[in-house]
């Protein structure tokens, strides 16, 4: 499955985030996804997103300017909540992209805001054999799997994310139990490549929204578009 997200379309929510909120909820100061819509971002970031922005980071082909972004997050922040969330139903587990799921604190779970889950984009992947509720290795996870969390596959991954650093262990995946819905998340204090959907009701809140396109003057535009320019003018 090909990637189709990526840090560069985007604008990631910039800072050290040490603070931990629900994914959302009724109450808007626990709410994640509240705060972040507060600060002017749109949703949480998708995993594709982040993993691409860590790859291009340990690969020495960041921008400079974001560097520092990049370095925040891994070094200082323990992990964000992404606009996903998965569902295991036997062998097979659903992919929901920016679901609607709210904290319900009678139930103690996730459920939709709404009377109904709607979703922006849904995924099936193939898990046989793979257990709930404990972690595993990602190499174990299907090819399919791996390129859409990670946007690569295992091999060509960056070996910090492959087999881990001194500071952080290697990537590794807990699926909630069968039937449940629940946000996914990254990381966690010993870990920076790890996803989760296992019962961490708080993780950190990181937005981001659609990067601004800056759209040339007239003569930049005729010097980007001289055919244009030349075929107006004809008579």
């Known amino acids: 499955m090909e990637s189709t997200y990526s840090y560069k379309n985007i604008e990631i929510e910039p800072g050290v985030k040490k603070d931990f909120l629900h994914y959302d909820h009724p109450n808007s100061k626990k709410s994640s996804l509240q705060t972040l819509q507060e600060a002017g971002y749109q949703r949480h970031p998708h995993s594709q997103e982040l993993f691409s922005l860590f790859i291009d980071y340990f690969e020495g082909t960041l921008e400079q300017k974001l560097i520092p972004l990049a370095e925040d997050i891994l070094n200082q922040s323990y992990g964000e909540w992404f606009n996903i969330a998965n569902q295991r139903q036997g062998d097979i587990l659903t992919v929901f992209e920016n679901p609607n799921l709210i904290w319900n604190e009678k139930k103690e779970l996730y459920l939709p805001k709404e009377d ?118 004809k008579k």
Request: aromatic content about 16%.
């Open 116 to 233: 109904s889950l709607t979703f922006a984009g849904k995924h099936e992947f193939d898990i046989k054999g793979i257990p709930s509720q404990q972690w595993v290795d990602i190499e174990r996870f299907p090819e399919d799997f791996v390129r859409y969390f990670y946007t690569r596959k295992f091999k060509d991954l960056p070996e910090q994310i492959r087999k881990g650093t001194k500071e952080f262990s290697k990537a590794q995946v807990y699926l909630q139990q069968e039937g449940e819905i629940w946000p996914v998340g990254r990381g966690g204090y010993n870990s920076r490549f790890d996803l989760g959907s296992l019962s961490y009701y708080y993780r950190i809140s990181r937005g981001v929204r659609v990067a601004k396109i800056s759209t040339p003057n007239k003569n930049q535009f005729f010097k980007l578009h001289p055919l244009i320019f030349s075929a107006s003018t």
